[in-house]
């Protein structure tokens, strides 16, 4: 495939092979998350040409301005895309996907990628998606083929008869995406590459832990991680679904780091909960915008229980064998393992729940979602496979 490559000049040696441009496009937190092992397997192989766009949240200070991040990382940020209209409502959703859309063409133009790459299911991958589909551009996808809550599940599945090239995090994944009608030449079971990550950290003990956060964790104490996310088909009922969790951990009284829900509709009332019930005043819980993924996932696995309604317990909690207790609906349909108990907005319901997993203790460590190696299948398969022609519909 040619898209105006030239030659790169190396002293000494003329390559005769030009670079591959691979580009993801990246707009929060959680999809850094998902792809950052593939993203560190790429940069500087001889193959590729690695092409990171980053967007949304990503940029936002009240987000934890999390693309300093990718950079400390050593990801080098070629292009960003602010793109996230105020409101955190479908109004808003809709306009900022829009506003994505209309900007990425630039984007790929000027770098033009012979593959575009993007994860999961967010309203930013679905522009992203919609963007290299109009341009002919071919289409990878990480985390294709999963069942969940939400307008999530529709956007996922959208993707994946937009995508060329489908990573399946676990094996009944990879069979759905067949069932769909995709080519099974073009569908991967690779494993999710968030576990890559943990495979990789030095957990350390959780005194040392407890010492990153200096006064404000007690070793000596059980340690609960909260994260809920608004669910875009129910934001209107975000402010009381907070409040539920809240009154629950509240009853508890104990030590919880907690952290700020992702930017989608229904943010601000979840955010406007927080503040209407004082959380951030209560003195056993410390809220925090944005949290290292290394420092995150250290959290999960020495923390006691793990609330809220984050697809990080699911996967990496599964893998941990986290305690979780998972809140609401965001998550319906999603693989999970022992280490979950589903509950209902319900304070009772939640308290009983955490009392339960802080009872339990952790839980043998699930593999269902990869063995830490699908950075490195997806980046071997973006680098030496080919691609696939744009897809023509045949009937």
């Given at each position: 495939?040619d898209?105006?490559?030239e030659?790169?000049?190396?002293?000494?040696?003329?390559?005769?092979?030009?670079?591959?441009?691979?580009?993801?496009?990246?707009?929060?937190?959680?999809?850094?998350?998902?792809?950052?092992?593939?993203?560190?397997?790429?940069?500087?192989?001889?193959?590729?040409?690695?092409?990171?766009?980053?967007?949304?949240?990503?940029?936002l200070?009240?987000?934890?301005?999390?693309?300093?991040?990718?950079?400390?990382?050593?990801?080098?940020?070629?292009?960003?895309?602010?793109?996230?209209?105020?409101?955190?409502?479908?109004?808003?959703?809709a306009?900022?996907?829009?506003?994505?859309?209309?900007?990425?063409p630039?984007?790929?133009?000027q770098?033009?990628p012979?593959?575009?790459?993007?994860a999961?299911?967010?309203?930013?991958?679905?522009?992203?998606?919609?963007?290299a589909?109009y341009?002919?551009?071919?289409?990878?996808?990480?985390?294709?083929?999963?069942?969940?809550?939400?307008?999530d599940?529709?956007?996922?599945?959208?993707?994946?008869?937009?995508?060329?090239?489908?990573?399946?995090?676990?094996?009944?994944?990879?069979?759905?995406?067949?069932?769909?009608?995709?080519?099974?030449?073009?569908?991967?079971?690779?494993?999710?590459?968030?576990?890559?990550?943990?495979?990789?950290?030095?957990?350390?003990?959780?005194?040392?832990?407890?010492?990153?956060?200096?006064?404000?964790?007690?070793?000596?104490k059980?340690?609960?991680?909260?994260?809920q996310?608004?669910?875009?088909?129910?934001?209107?009922?975000?402010?009381?679904?907070?409040?539920e969790?809240?009154?629950?951990?509240?009853?508890?009284c104990?030590?919880t780091?907690?952290v700020?829900p992702?930017?989608?509709?229904?943010?601000?009332?979840?955010?406007?909960?927080?503040?209407?019930?004082?959380?951030?005043a209560?003195?056993?819980?410390?809220?925090y915008?944005?949290?290292?993924?290394?420092?995150?996932y250290?959290?999960?696995?020495?923390?006691?229980?793990?609330?809220?309604?984050?697809?990080?317990?699911?996967?990496e909690?599964?893998?941990?064998?986290?305690p979780?207790?998972?809140?609401?609906?965001r998550?319906?349909?999603?693989?999970?393992?022992?280490n979950?108990?589903?509950?209902?907005?319900?304070?009772?319901r939640?308290?009983?729940a955490?009392?339960?997993q802080?009872?339990?203790g952790?839980?043998?460590q699930?593999?269902?979602?990869?063995?830490?190696?699908?950075?490195?299948?997806?980046?071997?398969?973006?680098?030496?496979?080919d691609?696939?022609?744009?897809?023509?519909?045949?009937?």
């Amino acid at each position: 495939m040619d898209r105006g490559h030239e030659s790169q000049q190396i002293p000494g040696r003329l390559l005769l092979m030009t670079a591959r441009k691979v580009c993801f496009v990246i707009t929060n937190r959680a999809s850094y998350g998902r792809v950052k092992s593939v993203l560190l397997a790429l940069q500087g192989h001889p193959n590729v040409e690695l092409i990171t766009i980053a967007a949304g949240a990503l940029l936002l200070g009240r987000y934890g301005e999390a693309v300093d991040y990718i950079k400390k990382d050593g990801i080098d940020v070629r292009a960003t895309i602010k793109m996230v209209v105020e409101g955190e409502d479908p109004l808003s959703m809709a306009k900022s996907t829009g506003l994505c859309l209309l900007e990425l063409p630039t984007i790929f133009d000027q770098f033009r990628p012979d593959i575009v790459v993007t994860a999961a299911d967010r309203y930013e991958t679905l522009a992203t998606a919609i963007a290299a589909t109009y341009m002919n551009i071919p289409l990878g996808h990480v985390l294709a083929g999963e069942v969940s809550g939400s307008i999530d599940n529709s956007v996922r599945h959208a993707i994946t008869k937009m995508a060329h090239l489908h990573f399946a995090p676990t094996k009944l994944s990879a069979e759905r995406i067949i069932r769909m009608g995709e080519d099974p030449q073009t569908v991967f079971f690779t494993g999710c590459p968030s576990i890559d990550l943990l495979t990789a950290i030095d957990f350390g003990t959780r005194e040392t832990l407890c010492n990153d956060f200096g006064n404000v964790v007690d070793p000596r104490k059980p340690l609960i991680v909260f994260m809920q996310h608004p669910v875009t088909t129910e934001y209107e009922q975000s402010n009381w679904q907070i409040k539920e969790s809240l009154k629950a951990l509240k009853e508890l009284c104990i030590q919880t780091i907690a952290v700020y829900p992702n930017v989608d509709a229904g943010a601000d009332l979840i955010i406007k909960g927080i503040r209407q019930m004082d959380a951030e005043a209560w003195p056993f819980m410390r809220w925090y915008k944005h949290l290292p993924l290394e420092t995150f996932y250290r959290l999960m696995r020495h923390c006691d229980a793990f609330v809220g309604n984050s697809s990080a317990g699911l996967r990496e909690g599964a893998y941990l064998g986290t305690p979780v207790v998972n809140i609401g609906t965001r998550q319906d349909g999603r693989e999970r393992g022992s280490n979950v108990i589903d509950v209902p907005y319900d304070s009772i319901r939640i308290k009983d729940a955490i009392l339960s997993q802080l009872e339990h203790g952790r839980y043998p460590q699930d593999l269902r979602y990869g063995d830490g190696k699908a950075g490195e299948r997806i980046a071997s398969i973006l680098a030496n496979n080919d691609i696939p022609k744009v897809k023509r519909m045949t009937y």
